[in-house]
Structure formats: structure tokens, C-alpha cells
């Protein structure tokens, strides 16, 4: 199984990170000689994803001038929100109506993404193969630069649950199939909807990243990343 199919969300207005997000959109951002957007267009590149939908919102126009300068080695489509944002769970589904019944991943961009992540993407492409159902990459909340995380998730023998004390962080990557979101009947909705109603049957599934996590939530968060220098 090889998955050529992704969706990037870039449609977020990055309110917590102004005001660097007052004049560019955050997945413009850059942390060292690469911006979020195209960390995580790379990885997916590397991998041998070649049919990309980016969801834009936020300076959409910024976005879409980068990706014709860039020439990424992909076919790249774009969901426009600007008429309305349709949040996570929405906006991959109005993204992603070209791809049919192939299965896809589905990159955030606040985390920062490099070739580090290559061997995990192909467990968790391994993993989806298995069971057929959505996949989420997690990491251990210790592992995260960030502290304050309380942990979205728990995870035992690939399954993923909900409990009052959480130790795993979506860390951003996850692969399911359109099918996997028509358990939601409306246009505007979370992923986390779609998540809880496959926790709810046991059918979540989850593989544990060794990365440590780099999330840009903040401004702050932001230029404690930058100052770490990284040259990739």
C-alpha cells in the first residue's frame, strides 16, 4: 500500500501567534531556512504523496502565490473558505472531493514537520493498512518542548481512547478515508466529533511517535523554536 493522496490544513487564522500572523499566514511562518507549510509539503513529497488539496483561508492569496513560486513536485489543489470556514473535520471534507475512496493523510501544519517523521509516516501508512480505519500519529506528552499540554489521548496496543488523565498528543498526522466522515451530517464540524465517534466503538488507532514535538501555538512558542537554530 502506498498512499498518494494528502490534505494540508492552512486555513487556521493563527489568532494565538499574532502579531506575527497579522500580515502573514502561520504556515508562512518560518523556522530556520523552511516555513511550516513547506515542511510539511516535503514530508509528504518525500513520501510519495503526489496529489495534494491545501485548505486556505487566512491571506489565502499568500499561500497560493508561495505554492506557484515553490513548484512542488505534486499536483496542488486548493479548498477556499473564504465564503465560510468549515473548522478541521469540514474543511478535509470539502477538500479532499477529488480523492474519491483512496485513502489520505492529513497534515497540520503547527507542528514542525521534517524528514525525521519519514519512518513514521510509513508505520502509521502500515498501520491504516491493517485495521482500515483513521490512523493518528500521538507522542508522549513528555516528549513535547511545550509543557503545557495536558494530553488529548491514551494509547494501548494501537487503540486509542479518552480517559480523565490523558498521556498522548495528536502530534498533527493522521490518514483516514472520505468515508470515515460521513458518521457526521453537517457541513461545519470538528474532527474531534469524527474522532470520538470511532473511540466510542474502539476503532481509533494510533501510532506512538519518538520525535520530540515541536508545536507553534503561540508567539511565544514560537520564538522559543526559533531560537533553537535548526538548519534543515
Not at 497534515?107 to 509516516?121: C, G
Not at 503545557?148 to 491514551?154: A, I, R
Amino acid at each position: 500500500m502506498k498512499i498518494k493522496h494528502g490534505m494540508i490544513l492552512a486555513a487556521g487564522l493563527g489568532k494565538r501567534m499574532q502579531p506575527l500572523t497579522l500580515k502573514t499566514p502561520k504556515p508562512l511562518l518560518k523556522i530556520g531556512s523552511k516555513n511550516l507549510l513547506e515542511r510539511a509539503l516535503n514530508l509528504l513529497i518525500d513520501h510519495g504523496v503526489s496529489e495534494i488539496s491545501i485548505n486556505i483561508y487566512h491571506f489565502s492569496n499568500q499561500i497560493v502565490e508561495f505554492i506557484s513560486n515553490h513548484n512542488p513536485k505534486a499536483n496542488i489543489s486548493f479548498s477556499n473558505e473564504e465564503r465560510l470556514l468549515l473548522d478541521t473535520g469540514g474543511g478535509v471534507k470539502e477538500g479532499t472531493n477529488n480523492f474519491k475512496e483512496n485513502p489520505f493523510f492529513i497534515i497540520n501544519p503547527d507542528t514542525l514537520w521534517n524528514l525525521d517523521y519519514s519512518e513514521e509516516l510509513k508505520s502509521l501508512e502500515n498501520l491504516y493498512a491493517i485495521y482500515k480505519k483513521p490512523s493518528l500519529l500521538l507522542v508522549n506528552k513528555k516528549l513535547s518542548m511545550d509543557k503545557s499540554f495536558k494530553g488529548d489521548f491514551n494509547l494501548k496496543n494501537k487503540v486509542i481512547s479518552k480517559d480523565s488523565e490523558n498521556n498522548f498528543i495528536f502530534t498533527g498526522l493522521q490518514i483516514m478515508n472520505r468515508n470515515h466522515l460521513d458518521c457526521i451530517n453537517k457541513k461545519v464540524f470538528s474532527m474531534n466529533e469524527v474522532w470520538n465517534n470511532f473511540i466510542s466503538k474502539n476503532e481509533l488507532y494510533g501510532f506512538e511517535s519518538k520525535q520530540k514535538f515541536y508545536h507553534l501555538n503561540t508567539e511565544i512558542m514560537y520564538n522559543k523554536i526559533s531560537a533553537l537554530n535548526f538548519t534543515d
